[in-house]
Every structure is written in structure tokens, then in C-alpha cells.
């Protein structure tokens, strides 16, 4: 079964929210975008008119995932 980037991503941005790694000010929304990335309610190509600190988290959990 093929994992798709966007599961890997909501992944990684879980581990992140666990490990407390995120900033308290884009904790709830990082975790909404996490679930509807997994879901397939949201694709990454669509995260373009994000809050600059999510969209930095987001870049960083793709980087993450891509290495």
C-alpha cells in the first residue's frame, strides 16, 4: 500500500505536536490541517493562503519527510 505525501506529512506534523515541538499559536490549527491532510480533505498544494508560522511548519514536516 502506497503512502501518499500528504498522510506522511499529517504524520510527521503529529509527531511534532507530541514531541512539543510546534509553537502554542498554531497547535489547534496544525492539528486541524494534520487530521484533513490525512483524511484527504486538504492537499499540500492547497496550504498556500496559511499563516506564515503554519506554513513553516508544514515546509519543516516536509522536509522532514522527504529526507
Same mark, same amino acid.
Request: a negative charge.
Given at each position: 500500500m502506497e503512502v501518499n &505525501?500528504?498522510?506522511l506529512?499529517? $504524520?510527521e506534523l503529529?509527531?511534532?505536536?507530541?514531541?512539543?515541538e510546534?509553537?502554542?499559536?498554531?497547535e489547534e490549527d496544525i492539528n486541524n490541517i494534520s487530521e484533513r491532510l490525512r483524511n484527504g480533505d486538504l492537499?499540500? $498544494?492547497r496550504l498556500s493562503g496559511? $499563516?506564515?508560522?503554519? &506554513?513553516e511548519t508544514?515546509?519543516?514536516a516536509l522536509r522532514r519527510?522527504?529526507?
Open positions: &505525501k500528504e498522510s506529512v499529517a $504524520d503529529h509527531r511534532m505536536f507530541l514531541a512539543g510546534l509553537q502554542i499559536t498554531v492537499s499540500l $498544494d496559511e $499563516d506564515v508560522f503554519i &506554513k508544514v515546509n519543516e519527510v522527504e529526507q
